[in-house]
Nanobody
Framework: VQLQASGGGLVQPGGSLRLSCKST????????MNWYRQAPGKQRELVAS???????DYADSVKGRFTISRDNARNTLYLQMNSLKPEDTGVYFC?????????WGQGTQVTVSS
């Protein structure tokens, strides 16, 4: 199982970024997929989830600003991030479980700063 995240970068407050996570080695369409983030000096936190049926859930801190989606034909997970704030800064990881074991992408850095 491999998860390859991309799309991070430096953006000004109020800006937007779109993260992608390409999955290989699993039957992508049947798995719940997640985005986590880890800010410097803080624990990793769940940002958004999307089920195999495309039901979504978000952390309160990102509701109304972030949108998680999936393209099962491309085995790819997305996170559209709008109205970014400095507190959104961190390393973003995609995640899933396969045979009861968690798998993580390598992380992509998002920095929100003027």
């Amino acid at each position: 199982v491999q998860l390859q995240a991309s799309g991070g970068g430096l953006v000004q407050p109020g800006g937007s970024l779109r993260l992608s996570c390409k999955s290989t080695g699993i039957n992508f369409k049947i798995h719940t997929m997640n985005w986590y983030r880890q800010a410097p000096g803080k624990q990793r936190e769940l940002v958004a989830s999307i089920s195999s049926g495309a039901a979504t859930d978000y952390a309160d801190s990102v509701k109304g600003r972030f949108t998680i989606s999936r393209d099962n034909a491309r085995n790819t997970l997305y996170l559209q991030m709008n109205s970014l704030k400095p507190e959104d800064t961190g390393v973003y990881f995609c995640n899933t479980k396969y045979k009861l074991r968690p798998y993580w992408g390598q992380g992509t850095q998002v920095t929100v700063s003027s």
